[in-house]
């Protein structure tokens, strides 16, 4: 079975405080994905990577940065923590091909900025 | 604009009885629709996925119908479980592999 593991799943933190919510996935999959997840707004893509030291941005990237220095890791950073970046964050990974193609969720890190 | 409305919103029912939730999507191009269920402090898991070519497509208890004319899906939970207890969220998958998600539906079942 493909993982997608997040390394919290609760984070509490302090306004202005710098972030980093991490994803690492064990299937070599291309893709990864950043999203947010807010009541009545369902999910929503913040920013995501085709590969090594690739980022694209998303629907809502302002307020966060990535990186992806490795295939497997793929890491969400939040520079100075705001009270609206509350939320529940979904880390995700997509197959092209093969067995488990299609795209795989991590657990899910619920974060609150105090 | 590509969006997806799903209703209801929220649902209770009784332990063993069947329930339909539903999806309307507008989003072009068109390649794939999918739900996921998506227990509560959990990511989403997918249940099913259906091109514009299938019609039905089951998982277990978990029946999904794809109406591509009229842009609707359902999807049809019977004799439902506590364990199904979940928030439902339909996505549809543009040609570019965009995803464009529903807000999602709150089952509830209760004993």
């Known amino acids: 079975d493909v993982k997608v593991t997040q390394s919290s799943r609760y984070l509490v933190k302090r306004t202005g405080e710098k972030v980093f919510l991490e994803c690492v996935q064990d299937?070599?999959?291309?893709?990864m994905f950043w999203y947010r997840q807010d009541p009545g707004l369902g999910l929503r893509l913040i920013y995501f990577?085709?590969?090594?030291?690739?980022?694209e941005k998303g629907d809502i990237p302002e307020g966060y940065s990535v990186s992806r220095e490795k295939k497997e890791r793929f890491s969400l950073i939040l520079e100075s923590a705001s009270t609206n970046q509350t939320s529940m964050y979904l880390c995700?990974?997509?197959?092209?091909?093969?067995?488990?193609?299609?795209?795989?969720f991590g657990s899910g890190t619920r974060l609150t900025v105090v | 604009k590509n969006q997806v409305e799903q209703s209801p919103q929220s649902l209770i029912i009784l332990e063993g009885k069947n329930c339909t939730l539903q999806?309307?999507?507008?989003?072009?191009?068109?390649?794939?629709l999918r739900w996921y269920k998506q227990d509560t402090g959990r990511g989403p898991v997918s249940l099913t996925i259906?091109?514009?070519?299938?019609n039905t497509k089951s998982n277990g208890r978990y029946t999904a119908t794809l109406d591509a004319d009229t842009k609707q899906s359902s999807l049809h939970i019977t004799a439902s479980q506590l364990s199904d207890s979940a928030s439902y969220i339909c996505?549809?998958?543009?040609?570019?592999?965009?995803?464009?998600f529903g807000t999602g539906t709150r089952l509830l079942v209760s004993p």
């Open positions: 999806c309307n999507y507008t989003v072009s191009p068109f390649s794939n």
């Open positions: 996505v549809a998958f543009t040609g570019f592999q965009k995803l464009v």
């Open positions: 259906m091109t514009f070519s299938e």
């Open positions: 995700a990974s997509r197959a092209l091909r093969g067995p488990s193609y299609g795209y795989t």
């Open positions: 299937m070599d999959h291309e893709n």
């Open positions: 990577s085709y590969d090594v030291k690739m980022k």
